[in-house]
């Protein structure tokens, strides 16, 4: 696609459900990042995929966080009994390593913004 | 761990001057620094890229400068317009980007 791609980019939950987060990043981009924005802070890195692998996963505040990424494209984070403190704006991020490697760049979707009540 | 500082945090001005965003971070190995604009309720925008080997980039009235050595990054806009009103971030790379809390600009018609 043209750009990186959220969905949805709304969502309200329940307390305790579980919520299952898209991102479908520029097409041939290796790179897939998920960030969190919380009303009021900066961008708190979660998950680093390089292909299908995620060799960073230390940003995940807790075991209720995971993600995946499958065909080295489409990334799913799912939030497993979801509480208040989760509520945020959920951001995705993709680049493809670039030659020389510090031109590398990186492109954002327009986030998905959790609500939960 | 990279610790990335934005000062100041907010800027008012009035339309036509010249803006000064300041950025620091603590360890230099990083590969390159981005800066960004994020409108409210929108995601980033990418509005420079700076490599680790260069010293400035610029792009229409915005310019940025890089001083790796001592951990600092300055974003430069110039003739500033109601339109610039935005958060900017700035984000050293080192395979993954790691960001200061942003600098929220008004200027004022």
Known sequence: ????????????????????????????????????????????????????????????????????????????????????????????????????????EAFFGQGTRLTVV | KQEVTQIPAALSVPEGENLVLNCSFTDSAIYNLQWFRQDPGKGLTSLLLIQSSQREQTSGRLNASLDKSSGRSTLYIAASQPGDSATYLCATNDYKLSFGAGTTVTVRA
């Open chain 1, 1 to 104: 696609g043209a750009g990186v791609s959220q969905s949805p980019s709304n969502k309200v939950t329940e307390k305790g459900k579980d919520v299952e987060l898209r991102c479908d990043p520029i097409s041939g981009h290796t790179a897939l990042y998920w960030y969190r924005q919380s009303l009021g802070q900066g961008l708190e890195f979660l998950i680093y995929f390089q292909g299908n692998s995620a060799p960073d996963k230390s940003g995940l505040p807790s075991d209720r966080f995971s993600a995946e990424r499958t065909g080295g494209s489409v990334s799913t984070l799912t939030i497993q009994r979801t509480q208040q403190e989760d509520s945020a704006v959920y951001l995705c991020a993709s680049s493809q390593l670039a030659v020389p490697r510090d031109s590398t």
